[in-house]
C-alpha cells in the first residue's frame, strides 16, 4: 500500500513539473486567455468595456483581438501589449499578466485604481511600459521599485503618490521616460537620478512639496530632451552642469523659488532647445546672448522673473519661434523689431518691462500673429496699418504705452479681432468706425486724446460687452443704438459729451460710467434734461438720498461738480470680478448692502437682476487685512471648483468693508426650507440622493480638489437644490476667504451648535473628521424628517437638539424604528432608511477617529442606493 502511495505521488509530483515547466516556457492560446480572465475578474468595470473578454466562443473572437490588446507574431501570437486606458475602471491590479511571456506595455491610465503603486507587477521581467497615469494611486515610492528593471516607460503622473523619491529610483537603469509629475512627493530629489542614463523624458512638474535644489547631477543626462520641473518648490540657482543637456529641447522650469543667474546655466550650447521657460521665479542677470542662434528655438518664455538689461538682437533671427514670452520682468532697451515680421511667430508677450521701440509697418508679414501684448512698456511710434491685414490677431493689447498719431482706418480689420486694448498712450483724433470686427468683445480706449463723436457703428459690432472711452475728449451725444448692445461695462466718464443719456445705458448696466461730462443730462445725474420727468423717483433711496444732499450743499456747479467727484471716489472702493457674464447694477447689490435689519452676517441673499436672472448673494465682513489682489485669488481659488454638487460662484464684488459673494441660484430653495414645509414632502429616494450628493461634494473637495478644502459649515441651509432636487453644497471654505478669525466669528453668528462635532470647542484645527460629524446631523435630519435645530421636546419637555433625541430614543427596545420620519415611512424604505440611521450614527460618534470617512460614507450609501434602483419607482 504504501509503495503505491508513494508512487503515486511521484507521478504527480512530476505532473507538476511538467505543468509548471509547461505554463512557463511554452503557453497554449487558451493560457494567455485564462491569464487575461484573471486579470479581468479583480477589476470592477461599470461602463462593461471588458464585456467583450470572455472565453464563450460564441463572439468567435480571438483574444487577440480582445478590447485594448494587442498581440505580436513572433514567433508566434503572443500578447504584447494591454492598453485599457480611460474606461471607468477601479478594483485590483492582479500580476496575473506577468504571466504573459512577451507583455511589453501595460497601460491602465485614466482610471480609477485606487491603491498603493502596485509593486507586484514587478514580476512582469519583460515589461517596458507602465503607464498607471491618472488613477487615484496613494502611498510612497517604495525602494523595491527598483525591481521594475526592464522598465524604459514609467508614468505615475496625476496621482496622490507621496513621500520622498527613493535613492533606489536611481538603478532603473534602462528608463528613457520618467513622469511623476503633479503628485504630492516631497523632500529632496535624490543626485542618483543623475544615474539615468538613457532618460530622454523626465518629469517632476506639479508636486509642491518637493522643496528641494535641481541636483547638478541631473546635468549628466546628455540624452534628455524634455526636463519639466515647472511648479514645484525647487529653489537655489539653476545648476551650471546644464552646459551638458546638450539634447534638450523642452526646458520648463517656471513657478518655482529659482535664483542666481541665467547666463552662466545655460549659454549656447543648448543648441537643440525649441522651447524655455523659466519664468515666475526670482532668477536675475541678463538674458544670454547668442540663445537664438540655433535657429530652432520654438517657444521662449522668459515672463515674470527680474531679468535687466537689453535683449540680445539675435533673438530677431529665430525665423522658427512660435511664442515669445518675457513678459513681467525687467527688460530694456530696444525690442527685436525683427520679430514683428518673423514668419512663425505667433504669440508676443512682453508687458511689464522697459522696452522701447515701434511696431513697424511689416508687422503684416507675422501672417501667423495671434496675440500680442506690450502694455506697461516704452513703445512710441503709430499703430501700424500692416496691423489691420494679420488675419489671424484677436488680442492687441498696448496700454500703457507711448503710442501717437491717429488710428489706421483699417485698425478693425482683422477678422477675428476680438479684445483690444489701448488704453492710457497718446493717440489723438477722430475713432474710425468700426465695422468690420463682428468679434470684438473688447475695446479699451481709455486715457487718450480722442475727439470727435463716438461712432454710431459700434452699436452693429453684436459682442461688444466691454466699451470704456472714458478720460478723452469725446463730444456729442451717447448714440442712442448703443443699448441694443449687452454691454457690461460703459465707461464714458470725463469726456465733453452732451444730451440725454438713453435710458437703459443708465439703469440696466452694471457700471455705467457717465460722470465728468458736464453736459450729460438725465435721471441719476444732476442735470435732469429739461423736461424734468418723473422717473427721478426710479432710481435708488439711496441715489436718491445722496442728490438730496448734494442739493442742500450747494446749486452751483462747482459744487455738483464736486460731489460728483466725491461720487467717483466712493464707487472707485468697488471692485468686482465676474467668472460668468453677469448683468448686475451696483444698486442692486446696494439693497443688500443698505439692507440693516439683516438677522447675520452671513445670510444669504436671493436677488433678481433686471435681466430677469436669480442670482444668490452671501454677505461677508472683509477683515480688512489682506490687500484686494490676495483676496481675489483666494475667492477665485474657490471659485474653480467645478462639480455637479457644488454651487458655482458666479462673481464677488467687494469694499473695504464688505464682500458679496455671488451664487448661481437653485430652483429649490434649500434643504432646510424643504425639511420645514409642511406638507410637500420629500420622498425617501429623493432624500437619498440629495446624502449621497453631498458625501460626494465633501469628498470631491477634500479630496480630489487641490487645495484641499473642508467646508466648516455644513447644515441644511447650505444645501440648495436644484429643479430636479440635485443638492448643490454652497457655502463652504469661506475661511479660506476671510480668514481664521473673521470666519470664526461668521460661524458664531450663523451655526446651529448641534451640528458642530464636540471636539470644535477644544481642537484648534479643523479636520475632515469635523464635516463627517456634521454630515451625520444632516443625514439624521434626513431619516427623521426633522430640523436640526428645532427636534421635538424629550419626555420632560425639556429642549432637545437632533443629536440627543435620536440618541436617547435609540436607547429604547425598538428606538430606532421610532426615529424614521413617520410621514414618508413605508415597508419598501424601512430597511434603507434604518441603514442610513445606521450611518448617520456611525458619522457622529463622539470620538473623531471611530467616524466613518467620507469615501466610506459614500460606499455605504451607494449600496443603500444601487438597492433602491432596482425597485419600481413609486409616485
Ligand atoms: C466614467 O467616469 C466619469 C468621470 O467620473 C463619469 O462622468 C462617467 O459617468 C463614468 N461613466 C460610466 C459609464 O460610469
Ligand atoms: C480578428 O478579427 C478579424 C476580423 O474581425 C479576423 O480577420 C482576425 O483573424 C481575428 N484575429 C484573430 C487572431 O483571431
Ligand atoms: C500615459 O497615458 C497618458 C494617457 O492616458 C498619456 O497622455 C501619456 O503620454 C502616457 N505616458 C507615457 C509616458 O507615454
Ligand atoms: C518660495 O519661497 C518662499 C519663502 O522661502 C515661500 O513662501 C514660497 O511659498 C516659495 N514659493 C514656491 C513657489 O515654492
Ligand atoms: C486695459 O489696460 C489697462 C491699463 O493697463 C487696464 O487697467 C485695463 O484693465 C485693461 N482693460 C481690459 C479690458 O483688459
Ligand atoms: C471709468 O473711467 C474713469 C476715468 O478713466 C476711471 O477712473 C474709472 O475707474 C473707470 N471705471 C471702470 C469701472 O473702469
Ligand atoms: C432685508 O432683510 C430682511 C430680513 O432678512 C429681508 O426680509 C428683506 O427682504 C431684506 N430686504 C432686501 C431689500 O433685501
Ligand atoms: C488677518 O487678521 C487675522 C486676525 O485678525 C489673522 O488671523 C489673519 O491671519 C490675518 N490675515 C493676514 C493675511 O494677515
Ligand atoms: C451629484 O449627485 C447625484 C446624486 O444626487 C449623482 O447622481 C451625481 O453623480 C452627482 N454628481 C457628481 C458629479 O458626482
Ligand atoms: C444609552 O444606554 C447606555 C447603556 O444603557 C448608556 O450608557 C447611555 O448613556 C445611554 N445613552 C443615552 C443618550 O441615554
Redesign the pocket.
Known amino acids: 500500500m504504501a509503495t503505491r502511495f508513494r508512487h503515486q505521488f511521484s507521478i504527480s509530483l512530476a505532473l507538476t513539473f511538467f505543468c509548471f515547466f509547461f505554463t512557463t516556457f511554452s503557453f497554449t492560446e487558451n493560457e494567455e486567455l485564462g491569464f487575461l480572465l484573471r486579470f479581468k475578474a479583480s477589476i470592477d468595470d461599470p461602463k462593461g468595456s471588458l464585456s467583450g473578454w470572455s472565453n464563450t466562443s460564441s463572439s468567435s473572437s480571438h483574444h487577440c483581438n480582445w478590447t485594448g490588446i494587442t498581440c505580436t507574431r513572433a514567433p508566434s501570437l503572443y500578447v504584447s501589449s494591454i492598453n485599457l486606458q480611460s474606461l471607468n475602471l477601479s478594483g485590483e491590479i492582479s500580476d496575473s499578466v506577468c504571466n504573459l511571456p512577451y507583455l511589453t506595455h501595460l497601460d491602465l491610465s485614466q482610471n480609477f485604481f485606487n491603491q498603493p503603486i502596485p509593486l507586484h507587477l514587478s514580476r512582469c521581467l519583460t515589461l517596458e511600459t507602465l503607464n498607471l497615469s491618472n488613477n487615484l494611486i496613494w502611498g510612497t515610492i517604495p525602494d523595491q521599485i527598483s525591481e521594475f528593471s526592464a522598465l524604459k516607460v514609467l508614468d505615475f503622473s496625476s496621482n496622490h503618490v507621496e513621500g520622498k523619491i527613493p535613492e533606489d529610483l536611481g538603478l532603473l537603469f534602462n528608463l528613457q521616460v520618467l513622469d511623476l509629475g503633479s503628485n504630492l512627493l516631497s523632500g529632496l530629489v535624490p543626485p542618483a537620478i543623475g544615474k539615468l542614463s538613457e532618460l530622454v523624458v523626465l518629469d517632476l512638474s506639479e508636486n509642491s512639496y518637493l522643496v528641494s535644489e535641481i541636483p547638478s547631477s541631473i546635468g549628466k543626462l546628455d540624452k534628455l530632451e524634455q526636463l519639466l520641473l515647472h511648479r514645484s518648490g525647487f529653489h537655489g540657482e539653476i545648476p551650471t552642469s546644464f552646459v551638458g543637456l546638450t539634447s534638450l529641447k523642452i526646458l520648463d522650469l517656471c513657478l518655482n523659488n529659482l535664483t542666481g543667474e541665467i547666463t552662466r546655466s545655460i549659454g549656447s550650447s543648448l543648441k537643440n532647445l525649441e522651447s524655455l521657460d523659466v519664468s515666475q521665479n526670482k532668477i536675475s542677470g541678463s538674458f544670454p546672448s547668442g540663445i537664438c542662434r540655433g535657429k530652432r528655438l520654438i517657444n521662449l518664455s522668459l515672463h515674470s522673473n527680474y531679468f535687466e538689461g537689453p535683449l540680445p538682437n539675435s533673438i530677431g533671427e529665430c525665423l522658427s519661434l512660435e511664442r515669445f514670452q518675457v513678459q513681467n520682468n525687467g527688460f530694456s532697451g530696444e525690442f527685436p523689431v525683427g520679430l514683428w515680421s518673423s514668419p512663425k511667430i505667433k504669440i508676443i508677450r512682453a508687458d511689464n518691462n522697459r522696452l522701447t521701440g515701434q511696431v513697424p509697418d511689416s508687422v503684416s508679414s507675422a501672417s501667423a500673429l495671434e496675440q500680442v501684448e506690450i502694455d506697461s512698456n516704452s513703445f512710441s511710434g503709430e499703430i501700424p496699418h500692416g496691423l489691420g491685414l494679420i488675419k489671424n490677431l484677436y488680442k492687441f493689447s498696448a496700454s500703457e504705452n507711448g503710442f501717437g498719431g491717429e488710428l489706421p482706418p483699417n485698425f478693425c480689420d482683422s477678422p477675428v479681432l476680438s479684445i483690444v486694448n489701448i488704453s492710457h498712450n497718446k493717440l489723438l483724433g477722430k475713432i474710425p468706425e468700426l465695422k468690420n470686427c463682428k468679434k470684438l468683445v473688447s475695446l479699451s480706449l481709455a486715457g487718450n486724446e480722442f475727439t470727435g463723436e463716438i461712432p454710431t457703428s459700434l452699436a452693429d459690432l453684436h459682442v461688444l460687452t466691454y466699451l470704456d472711452l472714458s478720460d478723452n475728449k469725446l463730444t456729442g451725444l451717447i448714440p442712442q443704438d448703443l443699448q441694443n448692445l449687452k454691454l457690461a461695462l460703459f465707461n464714458v466718464s470725463f469726456n465733453r459729451l452732451s444730451g440725454e443719456v438713453p435710458q437703459s445705458l443708465v439703469s440696466g448696466l452694471p457700471a455705467s460710467f457717465l460722470q465728468g461730462n458736464p453736459g450729460l443730462c438725465g435721471p441719476g445725474l444732476p442735470n435732469s434734461c429739461s423736461s424734468g420727468r418723473s422717473s427721478f423717483h426710479k432710481t435708488g433711496a439711496l441715489m436718491l438720498a445722496l442728490i438730496c444732499l448734494a442739493l442742500a450743499l450747494a446749486t452751483s456747479l462747482v459744487m455738483s461738480y464736486r460731489y460728483h467727484r466725491k461720487k467717483v471716489q466712493f464707487k472707485s472702493t468697488w471692485q468686482s470680478e465676474f467668472y460668468y457674464p453677469l448683468r448686475l447694477t451696483e444698486q442692486e447689490l446696494m439693497k443688500v448692502m443698505q439692507n440693516d435689519s439683516c438677522p447675520s452676517v452671513s445670510e444669504v441673499y436671493v436677488l433678481s437682476l433686471s435681466s430677469g436672472e436669480l442670482i444668490a448673494v452671501k454677505k461677508l465682513v472683509n477683515p480688512r487685512n489682506i490687500s484686494s489682489k490676495a483676496l481675489k485669488a483666494k475667492v477665485r481659488t474657490i471659485a474653480k471648483i467645478r462639480h455637479k454638487n457644488i454651487t458655482r460662484i458666479l462673481g464677488f464684488c467687494f469694499t473695504d468693508e464688505l464682500i458679496f459673494l455671488i451664487y448661481e441660484f437653485t430652483q429649490n430653495g434649500s434643504l432646510h426650507d424643504m425639511l420645514s414645509r409642511p406638507g410637500d414632502q420629500l420622498q425617501w429616494s429623493v432624500r437619498l440622493k440629495i446624502a449621497l450628493g453631498v458625501a460626494q461634494a465633501l469628498a470631491y473637495i477634500s479630496r480630489d480638489y487641490v487645495p484641499h478644502l473642508l467646508h466648516r459649515n455644513l447644515k441644511s441651509t447650505n444645501i440648495l437644490l436644484d429643479k430636479d432636487f440635485e443638492p448643490k453644497l454652497s457655502d463652504f471654505a469661506l475661511d479660506q476667504i476671510v480668514g481664521e478669525t473673521a470666519f470664526q466669528s461668521v460661524l458664531h453668528a450663523s451655526s446651529y451648535p448641534c451640528y458642530t462635532a464636540p471636539e470644535n470647542n477644544y481642537s484648534k484645527k479643523a479636520t475632515e473628521e469635523m464635516d463627517v460629524y456634521s454630515f451625520g446631523v444632516l443625514l439624521l435630519e434626513l431619516v427623521t424628517g426633522q430640523r436640526a435645530e428645532k427636534a421635538e421636546g424629550g419626555e420632560s419637555g425639556e429642549s432637545l437638539d437632533i443629536v ?1 433625541q435620536v ?2 430614543k435609540i ?1 429604547l427596545t425598538n428606538g430606532a424604528a421610532q426615529v424614521l420620519d413617520e410621514k414618508i415611512l413605508s415597508s419598501s424604505c424601512q430597511s434603507e432608511m434604518l441603514k442610513t440611521l445606521d450611518i448617520a450614527l456611525s458619522c457622529i460618534a463622539v470620538a473623531a477617529e471611530k467616524r466613518l470617512s467620507m469615501l466610506q460614507v459614500i460606499k455605504a450609501l451607494e449600496s443603500i442606493s444601487s438597492s433602491t434602483e432596482k425597485l419600481p419607482v413609486s409616485a
Request: charged share 75%.
Open positions: 440627543k440618541r436617547r436607547n
